[in-house]
């Protein structure tokens, strides 16, 4: 059985005071609850803060992207000896908004993951198609071709341990979210392709998340599908409470 896993992006949002201030009361709000994995992934300059406050505490830290080098003369860049250092668990990756806006490549995310699993850091790995792509019936090609990518750097012991999120890149922020059969449809998909590559037992092992203007309003619908595992949610974790009734979706 795997465990729900919701995870919360916080983009570039929230300075060093407004992240204590949220942390605090989400720890409040959550404190005890097990059923579920919580994750929260501050901007980079919150995350020593958040370290910090969520010690001892059912919350784990992600850091929101990384360099694919150990080190060296990357102006700007943060590595993965940098976040297992500060003592981030996950690291999200290939996030739509990194492929679109930074022009990141199915190739630098697969270098990406390699890093992140070279230091013991779970990679959230993030697949999706946009708008145009879906409407020319193109999403699952598009899709294949991201995932076939980590399946040139991701050995089988190793897969266990990674997460897919599917974020259809026109629903992210739009207020617009996939139906859950949708969403489910697409993870399907998704899953068999680990199968394909590993086995039916790996494959069933590991997360796949959606992504995508997930809300309090439609975290139930999303869930009770077969092969949704959690969400990797945007808007929604920068609220305490919100965050708070996805993580306890089952209450």
């Known amino acids: 059985m795997r465990k ?47 370290k910090e406050l969520i010690q001892d505490t059912n919350i784990l830290l992600g850091a929101q992207n990384m360099y694919f080098q150990d080190e060296g003369a990357y102006t700007g860049e943060i590595s993965a000896s940098m976040l297992q250092n500060i003592g981030c668990d996950y690291v999200i990756v290939g996030h739509s908004e990194r492929r679109e806006y930074f022009h990141e490549s199915s190739q630098e995310v697969a270098w990406k993951v390699r890093q992140a699993l070279s230091f013991g850091i779970k990679p959230i790995i993030c697949v999706g198609e946009k708008l145009e792509e879906r409407e020319s019936g193109s999403a699952r090609e598009v899709v294949k071709e991201e995932i076939e990518a980590i399946f040139e750097v991701l050995k089988s012991q190793d897969a266990p341990g990674v997460v897919f999120a599917y974020e259809p890149i026109w629903a992210i922020g739009t207020g617009k979210s996939a139906t859950s059969k949708d969403a489910n449809d697409m993870i399907q998909y998704i899953r068999n392709l680990l199968k394909e590559k590993y086995s039916e037992k790996i494959a ?34 920068l609220k305490a409470l919100a965050f708070s009734q996805l993580v306890k979706f089952r209450e």
């Open 4 to 50: 729900p896993l919701i995870t919360g992006n916080w983009k570039m949002n929230k300075t060093i005071t407004e992240s204590i201030s949220l942390i605090k009361e989400l720890v409040d709000f959550v404190k005890g609850y097990q059923e579920t994995e919580i994750v929260i992934c501050p901007p980079y300059t919150s995350l020593w803060v958040t």
């Open 204 to 237: 069933e092992q590991i997360r796949i998340l959606y992504g995508g203007s997930v809300k309090p309003e439609n975290i139930k619908e999303l869930m009770a599908e077969s092969d949704i595992d959690g969400a990797l949610v945007g808007g929604a974790s």
